[in-house]
């Protein structure tokens, strides 16, 4: 079948044409590997230019891989992480965290995707009892899975409970491009300046072919990482590739302009949906993604011709995500062919 336009996920989207072009780039000579080579050198300076001279970056295949090295550098199998119900790593992992670092996601019920101080507070009166794992992280991810954003002030809250307590904030930063952008700040104040201490930095999402990034704010906690990173075979040999694509994305702020198209064609979308009696837009809309409950019919119809993420079936509420190369007359057209659908079966 031939869609039209993906508005499931912004997985879906292609390789942004300078990441492209970076990737061809490097595809010439030989080169160093697992990353002594000039493009991951080049690289990781740009990642220290934003986010602080002191941090250690390493690069990843994926996602779920960055997540799960970066939260194994800093918990033991007798460890716990606290984390919103809907987080990335308890719903959309295929239980890796438990299987491969053995410890216990404890998770909090967010009806927006944010968790707060007063909701992980009652789950520290386990420390020191050894009945019960022991809570040593608390993970949030910017944006969050309902597409809404975390405030500087929110995430430096949780961040000076953590460390007041013994735990570190982990931030699973998949879409961190797109808060920032949301938020008109840089990577570094909602990251660094607030207190993270370990920061997954999403690629695949903004333009990349593949590739994340796995950065210790707190240095210290990535001493063992270059052990984690090659035995939980994240470790690539043809690092050049990945990080060439990453020098392409911190470049004249390619990651800006992509996160700010993405956030406008979103923002777009909703604005076109409210106007629609029988949509209704269930999360605020702060980064790329829209969230609207759409009566049962009309999504059927809709994913004939698109793809569309049904986010909930009970509710009959779907995930529409836009991404760098999402266009107005996509959203248009999503947007009339939802109507005419509407038309037809005389909702």
């Not at 160093?32 to 986010?51: M, N, P, T």
């Not at 009166?125 to 899975?145: F, L, R, Y």
């Amino acid at each position: 079948m031939v869609y039209i336009r993906s508005f499931a996920s912004d997985n879906h989207a292609g390789i942004h044409p300078e990441v492209l072009k970076a990737i061809e780039r490097a595809n010439v000579g030989d080169a160093i590997a697992y990353g002594g080579d000039v493009y991951s050198e080049r690289a990781k300076r740009l990642f220290q230019e934003h986010f602080g001279d002191d941090c250690e970056v390493y690069f990843v295949f994926n996602g779920t891989g960055a997540n799960i090295t970066g939260l194994k550098a800093v918990t033991q199998s007798y460890h716990a992480v606290i984390c919103a119900e809907t987080a990335h790593i308890h719903s959309d992992e295929c239980g890796a965290a438990e299987n491969v670092i053995g410890c216990k996601l404890l998770t909090v019920p967010s009806a927006d995707g944010k968790i707060t101080v007063d909701q992980v507070q009652g789950f520290l009166h386990d420390i020191g009892n050894a009945h019960h794992s022991q809570p040593k992280v608390i993970s949030i991810s910017q944006v969050t899975e309902y597409g809404t954003v975390y405030r500087p002030e929110e995430i430096q809250a949780l961040a000076d409970f953590a460390h007041a307590n013994g735990l570190y904030l982990y931030m699973d930063g998949s879409r961190l491009a797109n808060a920032a952008a949301s938020l008109g700040v840089e990577f570094r104040e909602i990251t660094t300046d607030v207190g993270v201490d370990v920061l997954s930095f999403g690629g695949t999402k903004n333009g990349l072919m593949v590739g994340e990034a796995v950065i210790f704010l707190n240095k210290a906690l990535g001493q063992d990482f270059p052990f984690i990173h090659k035995q939980s075979l994240q470790l690539a040999s043809k690092m050049r590739f990945i990080a060439a694509q990453f020098e392409a994305l911190l470049t004249d702020r390619l990651w800006y302009r992509n996160a700010c198209h993405a956030n406008r064609m979103a923002k777009l979308l909703a604005d076109e949906l409210e106007k629609i009696p029988a949509v209704q837009i269930t999360q605020k809309v702060e980064a790329n993604a829209v969230f609207a409950i759409i009566p049962p019919p009309i999504v059927t119809k809709l994913q004939e011709k698109y793809l569309i993420s049904l986010w909930s079936e009970a509710r009959s509420e779907v995930r529409l995500m836009a991404s760098f190369n999402t266009e107005d007359r996509d959203i248009h057209q999503l947007v009339d062919d939802l109507r005419s659908a509407i038309n037809a079966t005389h909702i």
